[in-house]
């Protein structure tokens, strides 16, 4: 770029310009050229988009974090490994913010910077957080997306931000790239932060918890100690099985493997359970429980969930759910015949009428046993097959109804429950 040069001359406190034909010939001058062309430079830095990786904040856009404190006094453990950082963690709103990448590399995981956004991946690429920092001018929590595998557009999410290399690409693949992230940037997948990201000293500081816990790890803070420490989920406790079908009621045995929890009990409709339960120790890592017959004739219900209540080491309450599913209560017994109509006195001429001249039901019990027809004799008016699974009327008590509308109860009982089917009889 060429600048014409001028010359200032000062004159009885009166300022004139003499243009030159390119040489200075005044100090000053040239100390305003070198200002004019330096502020010409800045203006092209400060205004050009922000382009590829190896930038922690992006220049004039991300918001300089403040009322934190210094939270120097901390230690962060990570995975029983202390973490390095050459930038102390501070303390906003309660909550623990650390350079972004001391963090991520604590967890293993890769930050990419794309201006304004940091793209945090997990080591195992089924998760992505991305922090929009340039909305941090104008909105206190700025935005921030968290991605998994489940999305649809994860895998192309993944691909976009690993694949690209702004040092490889023009400034067309630069512009299309920017416009196809941002297309990918669901409005679905924003979160809210407690503390927003903010830059402090040149670095990008990000919520600690946030990350950690949304990578699946827990954070354990010690007042005594002032340490922090991030590792893996626990396993939760393991019911063998999660799931019992009963087709009548019994003992249900579930063996549990502990996990490094403490077992608290069972409860049910909010209440632990006591009588109804067997507990016993088989090793220091498992144990056996056994729901009582007595507790499962009792229920009322096809699905009654209970919840098995642990503890863990920091005294937190850990609950998991195991299902009965009573198919009892919906595999009812049924009778063959449910309505017949006959003329008065004349049963066994009718169509009903076995070659003995009774009426045959046959019985579909399901794991119910018939307790007799309400009403009648089991020895002159009915009687049951060898087998047990007919009854049979006899014509007598049949053919001495008179005209009119009978129901003859068919009663069943399973344990404590009883269920009724009803033969209905015309008499004409």
Known sequence: MYLPAYSIVKHNEDVFYEMESGIMKNKVTKVLSLVLMFALLLSQVAYAKPQGNGREFAPGQLKKMEGYTNFSQSRIRVRDQWMNYDEMPVLKHNRTLIPVRAITEALGCEVLWFNPYAVIVNPEEDMLIIFDLATNIKHEDGKTYVFDDEDNNFDELLQHVQEFDARLADEEDIEVFYEELEDMLDEDNLVALDVAPGLINNRTYVPLRFIAETFGLRVRYNDETKEIDIDDELDTPVLDPDEEKLDEPEDVVIRIDLNGHRFEGITYEDKFLKEDVDYTTTTSSAFIVRLQEEFIEELEEEKVTLEFVFENDEDEEITVEFELVLDYMDQTPTIS????????????????????????????????????????????????????????????????????????????????????????????
Do not use: C, P, R
């Open 337 to 428: 015949v449910m309505s017949i109509e006959f003329d008065e006195g004349a049963f066994e001429e009718s169509s009903y009428a076995n070659k003995y001249g009774n009426l045959v039901i046959e019985l579909e019990s399901n794991g119910w046993d018939f307790e007799g027809i309400s009403g009648l004799d089991g020895d002159d008016e009915y009687y049951l097959s060898a087998k047990e699974d007919e009854v049979m009327i006899t014509k007598e008590y049949l053919n001495d109804l008179d005209d009119g509308d009978y129901a003859l109860q068919f009663v069943f009982e399973m344990d404590d429950l009883v269920h009724v089917e009803y033969l209905e009889i015309e008499v004409n």
